[in-house]
């Protein structure tokens, strides 16, 4: 079995396998433009490409793909061979750097907001070179942006690149105002916490609406869910060891640095964190992580649900995005050291945060809008839908101090003690964790907790990064005009704490009263996704966008309008699923069942007393009336959604989907719920939850 050092890194086109294969004056420019963002030349990309070419094929690859991340969410490859022809018989393997640096796609039959109509197809992807090609599946994958023929980004990855180079450009004007100025590049690092699902896939299999959507529209909880809180960092099934293990390998080979893995709170759900990497790159690896899991799955005979709420009534599934700032010469930014009083950079990037969140909140709220996130946001499992901010009590004093002016004492670290002799003590962290929180403070670097489990990071980063950037732009310009830096410094923090301090919250975000006081406070409570996507074009948010040339008003407006087509088209498939299944499945099996008990009960009736047929005629009763309440519903369902077909305006369409069509599906599914209680288990036409939850046993 080789070792972790052996595989790790083995698929990748890294700074390593570079060195070994270019010149060093080809290396030194491919790694400042990776560091530095410095552009490369024409001829360094044709001496970089033919590198990769020969490093490709010794590992039995024979074609490349342009690899990008269109708005769909997920990522996308157009597969070309290496070979060209020099004579009718023969061929020889090249790869030029035109081939390296520009290919092309259709633009029009991905999601384009009408940025693209179907007869302008040509669309581009441009390589990215400050993220490392790889192998995967055979493939040799270069990562790229994705635009469009008239330049617009119709991508993920764009808005998130050009979001890193603004936070760099602010925060060096920061940084130079503190006399940093041997930094020369700042930068994200991100570590995304993956949750996610394993069930059976010969069960899963029998269910069309696992299948379609990711997630069960039909279902009762069994008799044992979450309480007894017996899952929760258990030990690990064989079979999920293996799976694990094996995911763990496939990840090493590819660079990504999985590092934890554990069961999570809900039964068959599971957990795996990577080690920070820079945030283009950590973008890039959880897009592979999703992909790799599903796949690794199904070998192992298991199917892999990345669906945010795939069970209702229990636990869904998030992507913890814990995000920080630093620089090259390893200073992290947010991190507050022994005494944050009188670290005044930390506490000024803490302040560009704080100002960040409160002001563009309705910006981070709709970058985790999704239809899958509206069923987990606001349980008691996941942050409301009202953005707020984690410090714990001790960093909470310290802004109190700057806000008020008052003096403030460091307090002592505590040592914690267990009471047994033989066990050691150690040091007590300076503030408890939050897991109520939507963007908790824990330690050195914030971790926003309301993404999603099948989101790209790029979104929320994108608009973290930005709205940041924003703030230390602001924060620059106002400083540099001073004389007093440090009188100047700090009116800055405390003006800036008196304006935003309201998006401070440490208490429990999941309380009623918390949802009142946010009201008082002035925060939004966004709660569904239509809601949040009408704020991303506001005016405001437009001018962010242009300011900093992340993405032009029409680039915002059709990602408006992508985001509310991708809404609708969700609960569309979802309807129209449950609708297959209730006609095709529920509705005949339980008009079985009840001929059977009207069987049943006609002969008792000739052998029987009346008061031992109360069985029969009490659940035929019950599911008679079920199935006529269920087949008024799924007729009203069926017209709902061709109702919803004839609105022309996305906006409308969203919430026309969200206001009605929802609402109608949730009556369908609480009638079908009830007849599957009172219907023989097999006559029932699918898969329970016990039996999906439960569904990997050794």
């Known amino acids: 079995m080789s070792s972790i050092n052996e595989i790790f890194g083995c698929m990748v086109f890294d700074n390593t396998v570079m060195q070994e294969r270019l010149p060093k004056d080809i290396f030194k420019q491919v790694k400042k433009t990776k560091e530095e963002g410095v552009p490369l030349t024409r001829n360094v990309a044709d001496i970089v490409a033919n590198a990769m070419k020969d490093w490709a094929i ?19 490859e157009k597969h070309d061979s290496f070979i060209n022809p020099i004579n009718d018989d023969q061929v020889i393997m090249e790869f030029s750097g035109k ?57 993920k990855k764009t808005p998130l690149l050009r979001s890193l180079e603004v936070l760099n450009t602010q925060a060096l004007r920061v940084l130079k105002l503190f006399g940093l100025n041997d930094v020369k590049r700042v930068s994200t690092t991100v570590g995304p916490e993956q949750e996610y699902f394993l069930i059976d896939r010969k069960v899963a299999l029998k269910r069309r609406d696992i299948t379609y959507t990711g997630r069960t529209l039909f279902g009762n909880m ?196 267990s009471g047994v002799d033989a066990l050691p003590d150690f040091t007590k962290d300076t503030t408890d964790r939050n897991r109520t929180s939507p963007f908790a403070f824990t330690g050195n670097k914030f971790e926003f907790r309301m993404p999603g489990s099948s989101l790209s990071i790029s979104g929320p980063n994108f608009i973290l990064n930005t709205a940041v950037a924003e703030a230390l732009s602001q924060f620059a310009d106002y400083l540099e005009k001073e004389s007093d830096f440090d009188t100047a410094l700090d009116n800055l923090m405390r003006n800036t704490l008196k304006t935003h301090g309201r ?142 077909h004839h609105i022309k305006s996305a906006k409308e369409k969203a919430d026309f989907y969200h206001d009605s069509v929802l609402e109608c599906m949730n009556e369908v599914r609480r009638i079908a719920d009830t007849m599957e209680v009172h219907t023989a288990k097999e006559y029932w036409p699918f898969p329970s939850y016990g039996d999906l939850l439960f569904s990997i046993q050794e």
């Open 222 to 417: 069994p008799p044992k869910g979450q309480e007894l809180d017996d899952h929760y960092f258990g030990v690990i099934k064989t079979r999920i060891s293996e799976y694990m293990k094996d995911l763990d390998n496939e990840l090493w080979k590819l660079g990504i640095r999985a590092k934890t893995k554990h069961n999570e709170v809900a039964p068959a759900q599971h957990e795996l964190a990577p080690i920070y990497a820079s945030g283009n790159i950590a973008a890039d690896h959880n897009q592979l992580t999703m992909e790799i899991m599903k796949k690794v799955a199904d070998k192992h005979g298991m199917k892999c649900l990345l669906h945010e709420k795939p069970f209702s009534g229990v636990n869904g599934s998030g992507k913890h995005d814990n995000w920080s700032v630093v620089t090259d010469t390893g200073i992290n930014l947010l991190n507050p050291g022994k005494s944050p009083r009188s670290n005044t950079l930390f506490l000024t990037f803490l302040c560009a945060v704080i100002k960040a969140v409160d002001e563009y909140q309705d910006l981070l709220r709709m970058s985790v809008a999704s239809a899958g996130n509206d069923h987990r946001l606001g349980g008691d499992e996941a942050p409301p839908a009202i953005i707020s901010m984690f410090v714990g009590d001790d960093l909470a004093e310290v802004l109190k101090s700057i806000s008020d002016g008052s003096d403030y004492t460091e307090r002592a670290r505590e040592k914690m003690t």
């Open 99 to 155: 081939e390296l640096i520009k290919g092309e796609s259709d633009a029009s039959s991905f999601p384009s907001g009408g940025l693209r109509s179907t007869f302008e197809a040509r669309g581009y992807t441009a390589w990215d070179p400050t993220s490392n090609a790889f192998i995967k599946d055979g493939i040799l994958c270069i990562p790229t942006v994705f635009c469009s023929y008239t330049g617009e980004a119709l991508d």
């Open 503 to 644: 998006i401070i919250f440490n208490g429990n975000n999941y309380s009623d009263e918390w949802v009142a006081e946010a009201e008082r406070r002035g925060l939004l409570n966004l709660k569904s996704t239509p809601e949040a996507i009408s704020h991303f074009a506001d005016e405001k948010n437009i001018k962010l966008f242009e300011k900093h040339g992340i993405l032009t008003r029409d680039e915002v407006l059709s990602r408006s309008e992508i985001s509310y087509e991708n809404y609708s088209k969700v609960i569309n498939i979802e309807a129209l699923t449950m609708l297959e299944m209730a006609r095709q499945d529920i509705i005949p099996a339980v008009t079985k069942y009840v001929k059977l008990l009207c069987d049943e009960l006609s002969v008792k009736s000739n052998v029987c007393a009346a008061a031992s047929r109360t069985y029969e005629e009490k659940t035929i009763e019950l599911l008679s009336s079920c199935l006529d309440e269920i087949y008024c519903n799924i007729n009203k369902l069926d017209e709902l959604v061709k109702a919803a």
């Open 58 to 76: 010794e590992k039995g690859v024979t074609h490349f793909t342009h690899w990008f991340q269109p708005m769909t969410g997920i990522t996308a």
